[in-house]
């Protein structure tokens, strides 16, 4: 799984994850859309995502960076 994938089987839109991680949404659909490379993210965001999602922060990633 990916983090649009982990998101929606919290059942979070994209807003509620950004409210949760007070992670901008629009930073969020950057990731999932690939607009940002989601391997370069912060440790910070990595870390506040993973949190909130209840998974290891490489699960963000489809498990390990390309």
Do not use: F, V
Not at 2 to 25: M, N, P, S, V
Not at 52 to 63: I, K, M, N, S, W
């Amino acid at each position: 799984m990916g983090l649009k994938e982990l998101r929606k089987a919290r059942g979070l839109t994209q807003a509620a994850l950004a409210k949760q991680t007070g992670i901008a949404r629009t930073t969020i659909s950057g990731y999932e859309c690939g607009q940002y490379d989601i391997h370069s993210m912060t440790l910070d965001n990595a870390l506040r995502l993973s949190r909130a999602l209840q998974c290891h922060p490489y699960e963000l990633t489809d498990g390990w960076p390309e």
